[in-house]
């Protein structure tokens, strides 16, 4: 029996090449090896501010992604996290059992809080970006999941999340299984083309410093081409030196399933002209099947289909979780 794994990706915005090559790209891979659940965080989105049809529109265009990249609906149990009500039921019980200082330490939250605060000087920060590590706990508990792929930023989430599980268990009996982080080796952390130390992201208000997989072809190539490097012209992998050819060397590589080392020797004696257009075809060439059939996808009958079907065996899972939890808190009542 396969063990069963989960994640899940906020739809606040597209996909962007780093949540690509970071997850979907192994989640392809790993949906062979495991029982995958993967979902659409839309709960998770609403932290900070969403416009209703957008949000609307963007948890359909991430389910549409998830398809158009290669994820096989007879596979994996892919479905949009509000539509199992579960995930906040769960999310207050182990709210009421997470304590104030684990959530102060979270250096996400500190790290979003302040980019809030620095955008809107008049901006008040939400409950629930303060508590939604509580909400991803839930999210991975509900389903018994053994394993949780995530990157080094997710980690400290993570060990909340077996730090929730083992406290319920010690106090209630055993209940949860104590998930396991699997950190791919490879392409795990894609940096800003702007900004090489910092992660690309999609929330970055500079448009240059991120790829979405629905940018316009020519807008990719001129992005990859355009990426910030260093002065000295000579291809090598240092991060440490050279930050943002390093992050374009990880980029090549994952992508094209060679070693580093192979790529450094081919560009040996080239200038960063030939890599970079050479990386931007080969961005193009990745992205642009993902394209036509994400436009294929969207409307379709199809991904309404995948998306009740993912929400129906989801909830018959997690019902079962939270059944069992609140019999052990002691919520509800028992029939006479």
Sequence with gaps: MKKRMISGIQSSGTITLGNYIGAIQNFIELQNEYELFVFIADLHSITVPQERKTLQHNIRSLAALYLACGLDPEKVTIFIQSEVP?????????????????????TQFKDKSRSQADSNMNASIGVGLFTYPAL???????????????????????????NLAQRFNNKHGDTFIVPEPIIPTAGARIMSLTDPTRKM??????????????DPLPTIAKKIKSAVTDSDGVIAFDP?????LSNLLTIYSVLTKRSIADIVLEY?????????????????????????????????????NVLDAGAQNAQRLANRKLTKVQNKVGLGRKRK
């Excluded at 579960?86 to 979270?106: D, N, V």
């Excluded at 440490?240 to 943002?244: A, F, M, Q, W």
């Excluded at 990745?286 to 969207?298: K, W």
């Design 240 to 244: 440490e030196n050279k930050p943002g």
């Design 268 to 304: 040996t004696g080239c200038g960063y002209g030939k890599f970079k257009g050479d990386l931007a075809d080969i961005v193009v060439q990745t992205i642009e099947p993902i394209q036509q059939r994400y436009q294929t996808i969207y409307n379709s009958e199809l991904l309404d």
């Design 201 to 214: 992201s999609k929330s970055d208000p500079n448009q240059k410093s991120f790829i979405s997989l629905l």
């Design 136 to 162: 991803m706990a839930a999210d991975i508990l509900l389903y018994d999941a053994t394993f949780v792929p995530v990157g080094e930023d997710q980690k400290q989430h993570l060990e909340l999340t077996r």
């Design 86 to 106: 579960q995930h906040t039921q769960l999310s207050w019980i182990l709210e009421c059992s997470t304590y104030m200082g684990e959530l102060e330490r979270m």
